[in-house]
């Protein structure tokens, strides 16, 4: 079985500094990992995904994450974060048929 | 492309009313999901269509709560009587093989039962 923890549920941060979202999962397979940004009232966005390859991914509004799969995480980091940052975000595992196993959110909140 | 539709956006029903949603997903997707939002809390997987046939509903309180997908496009979700612990966003989400792993979602209804 797979399951997702995201170790924070807020992280409160002041604008122009660096965030991470940590989030640790298992999986007795290989996997799929994800990070889905939902904005107030909205459905999630796709924010980022590894399938292979790079361990380091990037999204094109700055985020990035790195599979470790030696720690089993797959943390998000942003240098330099703005207040339109402000969102839940969740990190996803999916193994097989691509169903999405989801995390319980970290509430990211940025502050002037 | 038009991204996946839901609605309605809101509903508020009394407990032991039954309620519909509905979801028009991307068109060409084979695979559809609905997903339960509870306040606080990640998105549970309730059901994972392929085409027409279920591939998983494992999760689906079965007692109240059904879902079809006739024709193996549109998809409704039905609840029926719903409970107070049902409040929670029903979110639908489509993928295809082309697409790769991932979905795309809808924007969700947002259920509350009084």
């Known amino acids: 079985a797979q399951s997702v923890t995201q170790l924070d549920s807020q992280v409160p941060v002041f604008e122009e500094a660096p965030v991470e979202l940590r989030c640790n999962y298992s999986?007795?397979?290989?996997?799929?990992l994800f990070w889905y940004v939902q904005y107030p009232n909205q459905g999630l966005q796709l924010l980022l995904k590894?399938?292979?390859?790079?361990?380091l991914v990037e999204s094109i509004n700055g985020f990035e994450a790195e599979f470790n799969k030696s720690q089993t995480s797959f943390h998000l980091r942003k240098p330099s974060v703005h207040i339109s940052d402000t969102a839940e975000y969740f990190c996803?595992?999916?193994?097989?048929?691509?169903?999405?196993?989801f995390g319980a959110g970290t509430r990211l909140a940025v502050h002037p | 492309e038009a991204g996946v539709a839901q609605s309605p956006r809101y509903k508020i029903i009394e407990k032991r009313q039954s309620v519909a949603f509905w979801c028009n997903p991307i068109s060409g997707h084979a695979t559809l999901y609905w997903y339960q939002q509870i306040l606080g809390q990640g998105p549970k997987l309730l059901i994972q269509?392929?085409?027409?046939?279920?591939?998983?509903d494992s999760q689906l309180p079965k007692d109240r709560f059904s879902a079809e997908r006739l024709k193996g496009v549109d998809s409704t979700l039905k609840i029926q009587p719903a409970k107070l612990e049902d409040s929670a966003v029903y979110l639908c989400a489509s993928s295809s093989i082309k697409q790769g792993p991932g979905y795309t979602f809808g924007s969700g209804t947002r259920l509350t039962v009084v």
């Open positions: 590894y399938l292979s390859g790079s361990t």
């Open positions: 996803a595992v999916s193994g097989g048929y691509n169903k999405l196993i």
């Open positions: 999986s007795s397979v290989s996997v799929y």
């Open positions: 269509f392929q085409n027409n046939g279920v591939v998983d």
